[in-house]
């Protein structure tokens, strides 16, 4: 699997993590301009730039001249829904808006959907986090997602002028997406982790260690930010690696793990409430089983599993769609087979089949829903087993 390892030697912000991304793989340039250009509708460059010291990158999008404009989040969700960005483009970007929504909804005590962004409603934030999710998604292997992780992040210091008004450094927002991750005091001042690279380091969950063992280098890039810092380069490095040797069948992740007990609403209900959670952004499945609760009640115990960046998604929709009053969360270490998905075509019925690397050899297994209007459990045998014997060959 793919590893790309952030170290924000000058801080992180969203021009930063794109020109360094870029200038590590300058062939996703055009398309990635392009498809920011089209949603921010300013033009983007890529420049070079050197300092004293190191040379690199720097993602250059013009400001606009109205400094207090704001856009409100629902604004933005539509702007990106209507843009003709491929689906994991689009999914990525409106995960990075997310969670900075969230986060500023938490700071002003407001709801997510009342949230109006002002600087980063901005075009230039708007191009860096829609050229930040195309590269994300161009990361991604036959393995699957790439995996982040971020070295520890200066803390910087002083005030930044904001519409607000002048916010301390870290910026509240900022201070609240950085829970979880390390950080540094080097002492050199100012604002050195933007809401956009913040919200961007959230939102790949780079909060993780770097991957053990033996890896080999791919590339490595150098995004320039605007700011001069005194006797240190205002730089984000990233180191793109992977796995050295052959990979095993099965592969690491993390999954988030959220779980609770009902026990005062109807099973009509509640399944109809899974359903809808189940349906979230990032979410794998949902189980549920009968337990036993406080006083002998009979209760349902439901675990949702999902990306460990939708576990807030996640934990909204069980509050939304369930009665439960209190879950529990957690994040834990997980294996998955490789698996892939084809179609074949037994007489005029298409059926996606399931292929999956086991240690032992593929295995492949038909998908039911494409069986399920079939005539007869006899009927419905016969095509399985006929699609999965042509995937086979």
């Given at each position: 699997?793919?590893?790309?390892?952030?170290?924000?030697v000058?801080?992180?912000?969203?021009?930063?993590?794109?020109?360094a991304?870029?200038?590590?793989?300058p062939e996703?340039?055009a398309?990635c301009?392009?498809?920011?250009?089209?949603?921010?509708?300013?033009p983007c460059?890529l420049?070079?730039?050197?300092?004293?010291?190191?040379?690199g990158?720097?993602?250059?999008?013009?400001?606009?001249e109205?400094?207090?404009?704001?856009?409100?989040w629902?604004?933005?969700r539509?702007?990106?829904h209507?843009?003709?960005?491929?689906?994991?483009v689009?999914d990525h970007?409106?995960g990075?808006?997310?969670?900075?929504?969230?986060?500023?909804?938490?700071?002003?005590?407001?709801?997510?959907?009342a949230?109006a962004f002002?600087e980063?409603?901005?075009a230039?934030?708007?191009?860096?986090?829609?050229?930040?999710a195309w590269?994300i998604?161009?990361?991604?292997d036959?393995?699957?997602p790439?995996?982040w992780s971020?070295?520890?992040l200066?803390?910087?210091?002083?005030r930044v002028?904001?519409a607000h008004g002048?916010?301390?450094v870290?910026?509240?927002?900022?201070?609240?997406l950085?829970?979880r991750?390390?950080?540094?005091?080097?002492g050199?001042?100012?604002?050195?982790?933007?809401?956009?690279?913040a919200?961007?380091?959230?939102?790949?969950?780079?909060n993780r260690?770097?991957?053990?063992?033996?890896?080999?280098?791919l590339?490595?890039?150098?995004?320039f930010?605007?700011?001069a810092?005194p006797?240190?380069?205002?730089?984000l490095?990233?180191?793109?690696?992977e796995?050295?040797?052959?990979?095993?069948?099965h592969?690491r992740?993390?999954?988030?793990?959220v779980?609770?007990?009902?026990d005062?609403?109807?099973?009509?209900?509640?399944?109809?409430?899974?359903?809808r959670?189940r349906?979230?952004e990032g979410?794998?499945d949902?189980?549920?089983?009968?337990?036993f609760?406080k006083k002998?009640?009979m209760?349902?115990?439901?675990?949702v599993?999902a990306e460990?960046?939708a576990?807030?998604?996640?934990v909204e929709?069980?509050f939304?769609e369930t009665s439960?009053?209190g879950?529990r969360t957690q994040i834990?270490?997980?294996?998955?087979l490789?698996?892939?998905?084809?179609?074949?075509?037994?007489?005029?019925?298409?059926?996606?089949?399931k292929?999956?690397e086991?240690?032992?050899?593929?295995?492949?297994?038909a998908?039911?829903d494409d069986?399920r209007d079939?005539r007869?459990?006899?009927e419905?045998?016969?095509?399985?087993?006929?699609?999965?014997?042509?995937?086979d060959?």
């Amino acid at each position: 699997m793919r590893h790309l390892q952030l170290d924000p030697v000058g801080g992180i912000a969203g021009d930063m993590f794109v020109a360094a991304l870029l200038d590590a793989a300058p062939e996703h340039e055009a398309a990635c301009l392009a498809a920011a250009e089209a949603v921010a509708g300013v033009p983007c460059r890529l420049l070079r730039h050197r300092d004293h010291v190191l040379a690199g990158a720097r993602f250059w999008v013009p400001s606009e001249e109205n400094t207090h404009a704001h856009t409100s989040w629902r604004a933005i969700r539509e702007r990106l829904h209507a843009a003709a960005l491929p689906p994991a483009v689009r999914d990525h970007a409106l995960g990075i808006f997310k969670v900075l929504a969230e986060a500023e909804a938490h700071v002003h005590g407001i709801e997510p959907e009342a949230v109006a962004f002002h600087e980063v409603g901005a075009a230039d934030s708007i191009a860096d986090i829609v050229a930040a999710a195309w590269l994300i998604a161009a990361q991604a292997d036959a393995d699957g997602p790439a995996q982040w992780s971020c070295a520890p992040l200066p803390l910087g210091a002083g005030r930044v002028t904001t519409a607000h008004g002048p916010l301390p450094v870290p910026a509240p927002a900022v201070a609240v997406l950085l829970e979880r991750f390390a950080v540094t005091d080097d002492g050199v001042g100012g604002e050195r982790v933007t809401p956009t690279g913040a919200a961007i380091l959230k939102h790949l969950g780079a909060n993780r260690a770097a991957p053990e063992g033996a890896r080999r280098v791919l590339g490595s890039g150098i995004g320039f930010g605007t700011r001069a810092l005194p006797g240190l380069s205002n730089v984000l490095l990233v180191l793109v690696t992977e796995a050295e040797h052959h990979a095993p069948a099965h592969a690491r992740r993390e999954l988030a793990v959220v779980a609770f007990e009902v026990d005062d609403q109807s099973a009509e209900d509640l399944a109809a409430g899974l359903d809808r959670v189940r349906a979230t952004e990032g979410v794998h499945d949902v189980l549920q089983m009968p337990a036993f609760g406080k006083k002998g009640r009979m209760v349902t115990h439901i675990q949702v599993l999902a990306e460990p960046a939708a576990m807030e998604g996640a934990v909204e929709a069980c509050f939304r769609e369930t009665s439960t009053i209190g879950l529990r969360t957690q994040i834990v270490p997980a294996r998955a087979l490789r698996r892939s998905t084809e179609e074949v075509r037994v007489g005029d019925r298409a059926v996606r089949v399931k292929r999956v690397e086991r240690p032992g050899g593929i295995t492949g297994k038909a998908e039911s829903d494409d069986l399920r209007d079939a005539r007869g459990h006899a009927e419905r045998a016969r095509l399985r087993r006929a699609t999965e014997r042509l995937a086979d060959e």
